[in-house]
């Protein structure tokens, strides 16, 4: 299932895209009515569920559920300037949840964008993967996509691909800049709960 927070015409392969087309997302929010009453007990008090996506994350046959919430720094609740955690909720035999991993890391801070607003503009989720895709910026922008797969052999989910595009919002076609990494070329084993985006390359064992 893909929540994508820009126009369908945006596409990650940001060298073709209409960089022009690029929107703030909206958020954040999820209807408070529509969120399970199995997962509510993993929301801590005044924190905002930013996005909530159920699939079969761990590849058992059963919905699992990704869940970033953010939660505020003293008086900036309203304001919406917490920081933002992302957490996976493993479907039991039984039925119920239990956490399963958490990283706060993997979401960037509702005002980390700059003055494009808040960076957080993909949630994407499908069999055994998730990611997430941010964008943000002034004259300079940036793109920043991170994907993890899950791991039968490890029973985990692990960082599979970054993406990150850079241009001038003047000239986007002729300063665009994109890079790929992928393991085990650029790094090895990550747990997402040990991602750390401004330290993964060369990280983690092939």
């Known amino acids: 299932m893909i929540r994508a927070m820009y126009p369908a015409a945006i596409v990650l ?9 690029w929107a703030a997302w909206a958020g954040p929010g999820v209807d408070e009515a529509s969120i399970p009453s199995q997962v ?17 994350l761990s590849l058992r046959g059963m ?13 900036a609740a309203d304001a919406g300037q917490g920081t933002r955690s992302l957490r996976l909720l493993l479907r039991q035999p039984d039925g119920s949840l239990r956490l399963a991993k958490t990283s706060d890391t993997a979401v960037m801070c509702r005002t980390c964008g700059g003055v494009m607003g808040d960076p957080l503009q993909r949630v994407e989720v499908g069999p055994g993967r998730f990611t997430i895709g941010h964008y943000g910026g002034s004259t300079l922008r940036w793109t920043a996509t991170y994907s993890f797969g899950y791991s039968r052999r490890d029973q985990t989910w692990q960082l599979v691909k970054v993406e990150s595009a850079s241009f001038r919002s003047t000239e986007p076609e002729r300063s665009m800049r994109v890079r790929t990494y992928r393991p085990p070329r650029d790094f090895g084993k990550i747990d997402i709960a040990d991602f750390d985006p401004d330290r993964f390359l060369g990280v983690g064992a092939k």
């Open 40 to 56: 509510r007990p993993f929301i801590p008090p005044g924190a905002i569920v930013v996005a909530l996506e159920q699939a079969d």
């Open 63 to 75: 919905d699992d559920v990704l869940l970033i919430l953010e939660t505020a720094n003293g008086e």
């Open 13 to 21: 392969s940001c060298a073709v895209a209409p960089i022009g087309a």
